[in-house]
C-alpha cells in the first residue's frame, strides 16, 4: 500500500525566510511518481511538481526547490526568501506508474499549512 | 489554457437527497477521477474511470456513490442518498498518457457539497 507521510502540520515564518516541507513516502512499487500540489485559501489545487522515481535530480522553480532522496524516500519542498502569497497548504502525492501506461489515482498527505507573516 | 471545469460551485441539500456533481474535464483527456476533502483534512481518492468504466474506486465509494460519462464531455458523480458525512469539497481531475504532461493531474475548482 501507498503512503505519504506530512509530519510537519503547521508552519510560520516570517517573509523572506527560507522554509523546508517535509514529505516522506512508502510505497513497494520500483517506478512511481511524486507530487506537490498548492491548496491556497480560495480552496483550489493547484500543481507544483511531478517528478518520476528514475530521476533524482534535484529542480529549481524560481524560488521553489525540490531535493528527492530515494535513498530516504523523501521529496522535500524548499521555498526561498517567502512571500506572503505563499501562504497556502501544501500537499505532497505518491501514485504508481502502471504498466500498461494508465494513470493511477493520487495518495495525498495530510498537508502542511504555510503562514508566512509580513 | 484547457483547465477542468465543475459545476454547481456550492451545493446544499438535505440528507437523504440525491446529488448530481458534473465535470467538464479537458477535451482530450482520457483518465477522470473524483477525490474528495472533508473541512480541513487531506484530499482522498473516490474513484478513477477510463474507457467507460470504472478503473479503481476506493473504499469511501460505496454502493451510495456512482460515476458517469453521460456524453462526451461530461463526468459526472451521483450521490443517492446523502449523509452529513458527505458534506466535502468535491475535486474532479482528468489526465493524459502522453505528452509533457503525462500522469499529471489536473484538478477543477471543486464543489463544496452541504448537508444539512
Known amino acids: 500500500a501507498q503512503k505519504v507521510t506530512q509530519a510537519q502540520t503547521e508552519i510560520s515564518v516570517v517573509e523572506k525566510e527560507d522554509v523546508t516541507l517535509d514529505c516522506v513516502y512508502e510505497?513497494?512499487?520500483?517506478?512511481?511518481?511524486l507530487f506537490w500540489y498548492k491548496q491556497p485559501p480560495s480552496g483550489e489545487l493547484v500543481f507544483l511538481i511531478r517528478?518520476?522515481?528514475?530521476?533524482?535530480q534535484n529542480e529549481i522553480s524560481g524560488r521553489y526547490s525540490w531535493n528527492f532522496q530515494k535513498s530516504t524516500s523523501s521529496f522535500n519542498f524548499t521555498i526561498t526568501a517567502s512571500q506572503v502569497v505563499d501562504s497556502a497548504v501544501y500537499f505532497c502525492?505518491?501514485?504508481?506508474?502502471?504498466?500498461?501506461?494508465?494513470?493511477?489515482?493520487?495518495?495525498f498527505g495530510k498537508g502542511i499549512t504555510l503562514s508566512v507573516r509580513p | 489554457e484547457p483547465e477542468v471545469t465543475q459545476t454547481p460551485s456550492h451545493q446544499v441539500t438535505q440528507m437523504g437527497q440525491e446529488v448530481i456533481l458534473r465535470c467538464v474535464p479537458i477535451?482530450?483527456?482520457?483518465?477522470f477521477y473524483w477525490y474528495r476533502q472533508i473541512l480541513g483534512q487531506k484530499v482522498e481518492f473516490l474513484v478513477s474511470?477510463?474507457?467507460?468504466?470504472?478503473?479503481?474506486k476506493s473504499e469511501i465509494f460505496d454502493d451510495q456513490f456512482s460515476v458517469e460519462r453521460p456524453d462526451g464531455s461530461n463526468f459526472t458523480l451521483k450521490i443517492r442518498s446523502t449523509k452529513l458525512e458527505d458534506s466535502a469539497m468535491y475535486f474532479c481531475?482528468?489526465?493524459?498518457?502522453?505528452?509533457?504532461?503525462?500522469?499529471?493531474?489536473?484538478f477543477g475548482p471543486g464543489t463544496r457539497l452541504t448537508v444539512l
Open positions: 481531475a482528468s489526465s493524459s498518457n502522453r505528452g509533457i504532461s503525462y500522469n499529471e493531474q489536473f
Open positions: 510505497t513497494r512499487d520500483t517506478t512511481y511518481y
Open positions: 517528478r518520476n522515481s528514475f530521476d533524482e
Open positions: 502525492a505518491l501514485s504508481e506508474a502502471l504498466l500498461t501506461g494508465a494513470n493511477s489515482k493520487l495518495t
Open positions: 477535451s482530450n483527456h482520457l483518465y
Open positions: 474511470f477510463y474507457n467507460n468504466e470504472i478503473s479503481e
